[in-house]
T-cell receptor, first 114, second 114 residues
């Protein structure tokens, strides 16, 4: 079985500060991991994905995430926050099934202060 | 470049009324999913389909029915709406069931049951 825990339902940073959104996963098989972003009144947009090719994954809008098997983590980072990064972020895990199911965390709302 | 299109975008129903939400994708994807999103709960899978003519239950299927008569369309039905079904509903599609593939999301349907 797979599951995801996102630590911190709300994160606030100042513009220009480091963004760190935490995600820990549980999986009985090698996982595939995804980060999605949701802007207000929109659907989910893929930020990046880990599919075992490289542990450091770069995504859109300057975000990146590092897969750490020993820590069962896949934290999302961005060196310098921008006002336009304000959104809700979801971590999701998949793997071990042909059904293609994604298991989502509960989300982290990112607020960026000017 | 439509991707995943959901109809309608907003709807208000009275308790006991019925309605159908339509999801259409133009990417020739085999797999399709219906989720509901509630505050602090992330996305929860209602039903899914692994191909035309197939449907299966997700983690919160009660009170909903689905049909996949055509590959490109996935319909979600509420036979007798209840206030507990007030939510934002998202449809997603995936090319196949391979776990390394992301899901592509529509913009959602915001449904209120009075």
């Amino acid at each position: 079985a797979q599951s995801v825990t996102q630590l911190g339902s709300h994160v606030s940073v100042s513009e220009g500060a480091l963004v760190l959104l935490r995600c820990n996963y549980s999986s009985s098989v090698p996982p595939y991991l995804f980060w999605y972003v949701q802007y207000p009144n929109q659907g989910l947009q893929l930020l990046l994905k880990y599919t075992s090719a490289a542990t450091l994954v770069k995504g859109i809008n300057g975000f990146e995430a590092e897969f750490k098997k020993s820590e069962t983590s896949f934290h999302l980072t961005k060196p310098s926050a921008h006002m336009s990064d304000a959104a809700e972020y979801f971590c999701a895990v998949s793997g071990g099934s042909t059904l293609g199911r994604l298991y989502f965390g509960r989300g982290t709302q990112l607020t960026v202060w000017p | 470049n439509a991707g995943v299109t959901q109809t309608p975008k907003f709807r208000v129903l009275k308790t006991g009324q019925s309605m159908t939400l339509l999801c259409a994708q133009d990417m020739n994807h085999e797999y399709m999913y219906w989720y509901r999103q509630d505050p602090g709960m992330g996305l929860r899978l209602i039903h899914y389909s692994v191909g035309e003519g197939t449907t299966a239950k997700g983690e919160v299927p009660d009170g909903y029915n689905v049909s996949r008569l055509k590959k490109q369309n996935f319909l979600l039905g509420l036979e007798s709406a209840a206030p507990s079904q007030t939510s934002v509903y998202f449809c997603a599609s995936r090319l196949t069931g391979q776990s390394n593939q992301p899901q592509h999301f529509g913009d959602g349907t915001r449904l209120s049951i009075l």
